[in-house]
T-cell receptor, first 113, second 118 residues
Framework: EAGVVQSPRYKIIEKKQPVAFWCNPISGHNTLYWYLQNLGQGPELLIRYENEEAVDDSQLPKDRFSAERLKGVDSTLKIQPAELGDSAVYLC???????????FGEGSRLTVL | AQKVTQAQTEISVVEKEDVTLDCVYETRDTTYYLFWYKQPPSGELVFLIRRNSFDEQNEISGRYSWNFQKSTSSFNFTITASQVVDSAVYFCALSEAGGIQGAQKLVFGQGTRLTINP
């Protein structure tokens, strides 16, 4: 069974440019998460979806970040415009409603120059 | 508020030694879940274990074992006979029990960087 798939793995952009990350969760997983991981830190939740509904977006900087999960499957996280401080790894994860764990993708590493 | 503390920032041992990674958590919830993840240099967070707060039995999986003690709010992870491939950053995480089972917000510790030297 395929795991959580993310793309791109790496992205380098100039500041003020837009960037988007895509995530395909494990098949059948209703809950999808986007986490931010800064260097040397543990991941921090940005947004959590249950099906297509964003149930926890309290830590998403809404002035420049947006996310969507159309049809309750794939999700896209966007940053516009990117700032130097946004350089980090963006992790997507999914879990089954009655499941045994939260499973992460390989992450998308963003570098803003 | 929920909090996870991994006091050991870095640990370095020689191969075949046993090593224990500490995790202490804080929560007001009576029902919660505890996790351990491994993050190798490739960056992916690899799920190792999920424990619910009602199950205090220790668990063993091959060379890995976990000791959950509610009395001390700890969920420690031991690797027996460590190997070079165990080198990674290990994260302990805590989540509340969501309204829908399995829908959880994970709060992570800062991680412990484990280096196994040949």
């Amino acid at each position: 069974e395929a795991g959580v798939v993310q793309s791109p793995r790496y992205k380098i952009i100039e500041k003020k440019q837009p960037v988007a990350f895509w995530c395909n969760p494990i098949s059948g997983h209703n809950t999808l998460y986007w986490y931010l991981q800064n260097l040397g830190q543990g991941p921090e939740l940005l947004i959590r979806y249950e099906n297509e509904e964003a149930v926890d977006d309290s830590q998403l900087p809404k002035d420049r970040f947006s996310a969507e999960r159309l049809k309750g499957v794939d999700s896209t996280l966007k940053i516009q415009p990117a700032e130097l401080g946004d350089s980090a790894v963006y992790l997507c994860a999914s879990s089954f409603v009655a499941g045994s764990g939260v499973f992460f993708g390989e992450g998308s590493r963003l570098t803003v120059l | 508020a929920q909090k996870v503390t991994q006091a050991q920032t870095e640990i370095s041992v020689v191969e075949k030694e046993d090593v224990t990674l500490d995790c202490v958590y804080e929560t007001r919830d009576t029902t919660y879940y505890l996790f351990w993840y491994k993050q190798p240099p490739s960056g992916e967070l690899v799920f190792l274990i999920r424990r619910n707060s009602f199950d205090e039995q220790n668990e063993i999986s091959g060379r890995y074992s976990w000791n959950f003690q509610k009395s001390t709010s700890s969920f420690n992870f031991t690797i027996t006979a460590s190997q070079v491939v165990d080198s990674a950053v290990y994260f302990c995480a805590l989540s509340e029990a969501g309204g829908i089972q399995g829908a959880q917000k994970l709060v992570f510790g800062q991680g412990t960087r484990l280096t196994i030297n040949p």
